[in-house]
Structures are given as C-alpha cells and as structure tokens.
T-cell receptor, first 112, second 113 residues
C-alpha cells in the first residue's frame, strides 16, 4: 500500500543529545515537509523540500536540520541547539503543483 | 500578514446534533482552502478542498462553504457521531507554489453520548 511512514512513534531524548526522526514515502511525491505541533498551536513549518538534494527553511528551522538524498526519504534531526524540542512532529508529502498534503502518523518527541 | 483563524477553539456537542466550525483567513493571493480532520495522536487527513469559484462542497455528513469576498469558510457537520471527535484544521494555500500553506490552530470537537 502507498503511504507515508514516520518512525518511531514515540521518542525520548536526553538533554544535549541529537535525535533523528525518520520519514519515508512510496507515493512518488516530489515535495516533502516537516511540521511541529504544540498543544493549542497550529502546525508550524520546520523545513520543506521540493526536489532531491534541495531544501528550504520554514518558519521555525532553528535547532533542526534535514537532508534529502533520496526522493523517498526526508529525515529530520533535532539538534541540541533546539531548546524546547518536546512536541508532536508531522511529516507530509505531495506532488509539485498539487496542494493536498498527505501526512504521516507523527512522532511524539519528549526530552527527559 | 497571512493568517488563518479558527473558531471556536473547542466545542462539545451531544451525539446526533449538528455543529458549524468557522475559518477566517487573510491570505493573498488565495489559491484554495482545505479542511483536515486530525484524530488525537495521528496525522491530519483531508476532508474537502474549496477553490475560489466554489461556494459549497459536501463530503458525506460534512459540508464546507466558502465566501471568497469575506474570506470566510465554514465546516458544517450534520448528525454528529462519536467518531467525529477530533481536531478540525483549516489550511489555506496561497501563491500557487509549494510550501505556501498556512495552517489554522484547529477546533477541537468532542461529541458526547
């Protein structure tokens, strides 16, 4: 079945550690996105990529990094520079020129 | 500044009742507007899309309206079910290029038996 998969579903990080969230899609979508969701807040864009080997910062990119070495994969690294990383992270993808985004099931990151 | 505002922030209704969620936007140039449903702890799923020329669109018990003049949209849910309990997010696309999506904060709907 085609879809977009995020892993892990739950992730715990110690302060000062970097962690990487996985996002894989087999929908042949060109564009991929990372969003952060906090309680009572809307989704906020962290990074997005429209083609392989290219990506742009969103509204809250500080403390995060991404790579797009393959069309199917768009991993997000939460670095120790991100001071408040506890949140629900959503990955999405779509075709270029189409505005419907398909979302993964999310990763809940907690700093312990 | 491009913004999407939703109201109410939360809503509790009894099973079988109807409800209407509101979305006001100040986004330009407007491309389209989508309503998403997000179950707790899961990713949002698209319910319906409204383009500039469309006033009303239905998807089962969900009916979305769009007034492009006043920049308002509503999502009406008829004969609510317990499974309708979720967050409903209004998303406006602008500029015609990728990455230009503005998300509202959502309305959290709780349907009680």
């Amino acid at each position: 079945d085609g879809g977009i998969t995020q892993s892990p579903k739950y992730l715990f990080r110690k302060e000062g550690q970097n962690v990487t969230l996985s996002c894989e899609q087999n929908l042949n979508h060109d564009a991929m996105y990372w969003y952060r969701q906090d309680p009572g807040q809307g989704l906020r864009l962290i990074y997005y990529s429209q083609i392989v080997n290219d990506f742009q910062k969103g509204d809250i990119a500080e403390g995060y990094s991404v790579s797009r070495e393959k069309k199917e994969s768009f991993p997000l690294t939460v670095t120790s520079a991100q001071k408040n990383p506890t949140a629900f992270y959503l990955c999405a993808s779509n075709y270029r020129g189409r505005t419907e985004a398909f979302f993964g099931q999310g990763t809940r990151l907690t700093v312990v | 500044k491009n913004q999407v505002e939703q109201s109410p922030q939360s809503l509790i209704i009894l099973e079988g009742k109807n409800c209407t969620l509101q979305c006001n936007y100040t986004v330009s140039p407007f491309s389209n507007l989508r309503w998403y449903k997000q179950d707790t702890g899961r990713g949002p799923v698209s319910l319906t899309i409204m383009t500039f020329s469309e006033n009303t669109k239905s998807n089962g018990r969900y009916t979305a309206t769009l007034d492009a003049d006043t920049k308002q949209s509503s999502l009406h849910i008829t004969a609510s079910q317990l499974s309708d309990s979720a967050s409903y997010i209004c998303v406006v696309s602008y500029g015609g290029s990728q990455g230009n999506l503005i998300f509202g904060k959502g309305t959290k709907l709780s349907v009680k038996p």
